[in-house]
């Protein structure tokens, strides 16, 4: 036995780094995967604020300023271009990540160009807010309830996608929960719509 390990003591060394180069070659995969998943969750999160703050241009057009029409109007057509541009750079940048998601996401942003886009064209044809009471917008005046089913299939593409086995572990159905969307960014300075 002695001889043997006698024999074998000049591969040690070499058996000995091509474990530890092993180790680390995994431990860079695993690090990079982490990587790549993070990267992908900012992705589908900044995909679906632009769809939420597109959504919120309904509220803010209603609460335009009176005093300050002309204004108003650039200010806010220079945030919808804004908003509009970031929507459709992620509409290309999902569908390249993730088409799955990607499909989904198609299906959020023309659904809530759909309604929110119509609600916008009916605030700019109202007057705007005259006092802090007209603050307060019903579901009467601005409906977004047609987005929650549209938002909630977005939120399970983006989570059967992100899960650990993929579309695998989606096969088996699961009991629908309710849409909780994350806490909305804090807005800019000049550029957020304001509470809704």
Partial sequence: MADAIKALGPYAAVFAALVTGLVLGVQARIGRRAQLQERKQELFASAYEAS?????MAYAVRRRRADAAAEERVRLSEQLREIQSRLTWHEAWVRFEAPEVGAAYDELVARTRTVAGQSMKDAWR????????????????VDLRALADVRER??????????PGGRALRLIPRPRR?????PAPAPRPGTGPGPT
């Fill in 126 to 141: 109202s007057a705007p807010v005259a006092d802090d009471t007209a603050m307060v917008i019903p579901t009467s005046v």
């Fill in 52 to 56: 939420i703050q597109y959504a919120e």
């Fill in 154 to 163: 977005y939120m399970a593409a983006v989570e059967a996608h992100l899960r």
């Fill in 178 to 182: 309710a849409l909780q969307p994350p």
